[in-house]
């Protein structure tokens, strides 16, 4: 199983490349229409074209991507802990500090960044960027996974002993963050305890608790889930693909209710079950033979570095694209692919480089994991 959940892993890198990439040719559709239409550009006009729509499905296709790292993860945390269910300090220390070296090294270079285009932090604020991730925004995932670490050897017996119970006041706390966010969206009138809740930021564990507790859950337990998971997995896959298409609805139907012209993508309840049926789906087809395992499973062995150098790497490519070749900012979907996959071969060409001329490699890891 260890082998088939790295080759997801990898899978899962590959999902967040065309998720980031979507996003840019969101950027390129709404906030740079100028730069290719013109004085006659209309804010949004492009809302509801076939550009739009084939963008929305493949962020939809590829929204289980975060859960599926976090799942992943949790697995090789319950792994790590054996039949003991403890996992001792030593353990969690030794992963974390393989994240920070590589972390800090990206995180300068996305504040260069930023210095360059003149947003300047004081040094409190540089702090805090480092504590939360905010630098970009998609480095909080590195501050989360972080602190699951941190608090697996508390969660390890509990999802040992006590799996049913953790699972369901993971599925609640996730549940409560999910209604709240979508409460805010649709400026409903709730509790204050739920505009406390959707004031969580992504960098926060509770927000994503439940797939971390989730793998470890499986973990512990893999064989009683197999045994189920199996006998449901055509289910699973079915219900899986029925909720592509009712994603999509979901959220467009989110954002006309909400009243704004946009809303940036949040992870809907929705989401949360069409990441569970596709995680639990491809554990019940374990038996199946996987297409490109080697690829994929080496991808999925450098995650993590490529996760952080394809951030500033996609942001260099999609401003390149605006001052160099503005044209292709029209063609939204060939711009999103086009931007997805340079940022994904450069890290890996920068991966190699490093690992075959010996005075550096050894540095390996502090830029990479």
Do not use: C
């Amino acid at each position: 199983m260890a082998k088939r959940l790295l080759y997801f892993n990898g899978l899962a890198i590959l999902g967040v490349m065309l998720f980031h990439g979507t996003g840019w040719g969101f950027v390129a559709m709404f906030s740079w229409a100028a730069r290719y239409q013109g004085a006659t550009a209309v804010p949004f006009s492009q809302m509801g074209s076939p550009a739009y729509y084939a963008l929305r499905a493949i962020e939809q296709l590829v929204a289980a991507t975060i859960p599926a790292f976090l799942f992943v993860s949790g697995y090789f945390a319950a792994f790590a802990a054996g039949r003991s269910g403890m996992i001792a300090w030593r353990v969690v220390w030794g992963r974390v500090k393989k994240f920070l070296p590589p972390y800090f090294f990206w995180g300068v270079i996305a504040l260069v960044m930023l210095a360059i285009q003149g947003i300047i932090f004081t040094p409190w604020r540089y702090l805090v960027s480092f504590l939360t991730g905010d630098m970009t925004p998609a480095y909080y995932y590195v501050p989360l996974i972080i602190q699951f670490y941190a608090i697996s050897p508390f969660l390890a017996p509990l999802a040992k002993h006590h799996w049913r119970l953790l699972l369901l006041a993971a599925v609640l706390v996730q549940l409560a963050v999910q209604v709240a966010q979508m409460g805010v969206i649709m400026r409903w009138d709730m509790p204050a305890v739920f505009g406390f809740i959707a004031a969580w930021p992504k960098w926060f564990f509770p927000v994503r608790i439940l797939w971390f507790v989730l793998g470890m859950v499986v973990g512990f337990h893999l064989s009683s889930f197999k045994e189920v998971l199996t006998r449901w997995r055509w289910a699973l896959l079915a219900l899986a693909l029925l909720l592509l298409p009712s994603g999509i609805l979901e959220w467009e139907w989110l954002l006309q209710q909400s009243g704004q012209p946009w809303v940036d993508h949040r992870e809907t309840v929705l989401d949360s079950v069409y990441a569970v049926a596709l995680i639990f789906a491809f554990l019940g087809f374990d038996q199946a033979r996987l297409p490109g395992v080697k690829l994929i499973s080496d991808l999925g062995s450098k995650a993590f570095g490529i996760y952080l150098a394809h951030i500033p790497v996609m942001e260099v490519v999609a401003r390149g694209t605006y001052h160099v070749t503005p044209g292709l900012l029209a063609y939204q979907l060939p711009f999103a692919v086009l931007v997805a996959l340079v940022s994904l071969v450069i890290p890996l060409l920068l991966m190699n480089f490093i690992d075959l001329l010996p005075p550096i490699r050894r540095y390996y890891n502090y830029v990479f994991g």
